[in-house]
């Protein structure tokens, strides 16, 4: 069964950076676009980069854009979000997911960005 666990989270200050990482299992890791969410409190879930199979296209949401780095190392069935310049309203649940005629869902893992 697909199976995705994250990594990495933690408290960081302003400015700061993190690298999440994101282990996949159940699948041909490599034969599929992977995407990171985040979801604030109060907040609805959102996209915030994706990343296609062969890592050579990404996508980015706008209030991370040049800040975040989306990547993938097949060979380890893994992906990676690297964060850096982290601002609190980065604050949120951060989620691995993936497309296979239904959407699968990592646990999460929480990013706090404070003073």
């Known amino acids: 069964q697909v199976q995705l666990v994250e990594s990495g989270g933690g408290l960081v200050q302003p400015g700061g950076s993190l690298r999440l990482s994101c282990a996949a299992s159940g699948f041909t890791f490599s034969s599929y676009t992977m995407s990171w969410y985040r979801q604030a409190p109060g907040k609805e879930r959102e996209l915030v980069a994706t990343?296609?199979?062969?890592?050579?296209?990404?996508n980015y949401a706008d209030s991370v854009k040049d800040r975040f780095t989306i990547s993938r190392d097949n060979a380890k069935n893994t992906m990676y979000l690297q964060m850096n310049s982290l601002k609190p309203e980065d604050t949120a649940v951060y989620y691995c997911s993936t497309n296979i005629f239904r959407r699968y869902w990592g646990q999460g893992t929480q990013v706090t960005v404070s003073s």
């Open positions: 990343i296609i199979r062969t890592g050579g296209s990404t």
